[in-house]
């Protein structure tokens, strides 16, 4: 780059990245509820349901999943994961990995475990890491990869692709749950006046913290359309499945979020 100035950049953006999160996670599960109106987890729950984790083929030994939660936060799709192994399959060796570059998300994380019943079970562990960089994990070892509202703050998009694919087996599925391009231009209307008006303020009253939610809207904006960022999981090399439209992704509620999956071949 010229003069380094783009790794300046960069840096400069990981560190805001760092600060808005160090900043919103004792707030972060109310937050999540107060605007999205609690929207978030009926997408979560559909988005868990969607991969059926802990199923297998009748009469095959019910070994359990092995599954990386990037990006996990506070555990929100962790926690669904092993209920849904659990309740719906049965299964009790469903063992989730919840990884997060932010140390205080990760003790939010760790308190909500220690608080549930999967507490002493061995069956989920913590991990501080960049998603850009998990050496920590070997080569085609995990069965399902998921990211939920993770991956637009990260730098290198691309490289967290490689990663995932990396860690995955042949036939793991990569599974990103993220904000998206609303398909209805009244509707559009409508939720960009919530976001970019009422998202900051509700931050500025509930959590005392403008600015992270301002930041938190920008990233929505910036992240690329379904079609680009199918284009992008395509690159790294995942087989990507039809989705609900027939054109690899599914949109929910209009497109605000959508959920995109790749097969590793
Ligand atoms: N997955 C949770 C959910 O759906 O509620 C948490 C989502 S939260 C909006 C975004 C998370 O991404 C934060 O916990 C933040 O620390 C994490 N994050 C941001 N950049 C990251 C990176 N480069 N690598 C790993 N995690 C990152």
Redesign the pocket.
């Known amino acids: 780059t010229h003069f380094g100035f783009e790794s300046i950049a960069e840096s400069l953006k990981e560190s805001k ?1 760092g600060a808005v ?1 160090s900043s919103v996670a004792s707030s972060y599960d109310t937050m ?1 509820d107060l605007m999205s109106l609690g929207i978030h987890r009926l997408w ?1 729950d559909h988005f868990v349901r969607s991969l059926n984790p802990g199923s297998h083929t009748p009469g095959a030994p019910q070994t359990g999943w092995k599954i990386l939660d ?5 555990g ?2 962790a926690f669904r994961i092993l209920d849904h192994a659990t309740n719906i399959n049965h299964d009790p060796n469903t063992h989730v990995t919840i990884s ?3 140390p205080e ?1 990760l003790a939010e994380g760790r308190k909500r475990a220690a608080l549930s019943h999967y507490n002493g079970t061995g069956r989920l562990d913590f991990v501080e ?4 960089n998990l050496h920590m994990i070997p080569d085609n070892s995990m069965d399902l990869y998921t990211v ?3 991956i637009r ?2 730098t290198h998009k691309d490289i967290a692709l490689k990663e995932a694919f990396r860690v995955l087996k042949p036939g793991g599925v990569f599974a990103c749950l993220e904000f998206s391009k609303v398909n209805n231009p009244v509707f559009d209307f409508v939720y960009k006046r919530w976001s970019f008006a009422a998202i900051p303020l509700i931050g500025q009253v509930v959590a005392g913290d403008r600015d992270s939610y301002q930041y938190l809207v920008e990233s929505i904006e910036r992240f690329p359309s379904q079609t680009e960022w199918r284009d992008m999981i395509k690159e790294a090399g995942f087989v990507v499945p039809g989705g609900e439209n027939g054109q690899g992704w599914e949109d929910l509620t209009n497109g605000i979020a959508a959920i995109h999956k790749g097969v590793k071949p």
């Open positions: 990245v999160f999540n979560k990037i990006a996990g936060g506070t929100d799709i997060d570059i932010n998300m890491a960049n998603a850009e939920s509202f993770g703050n990260f």
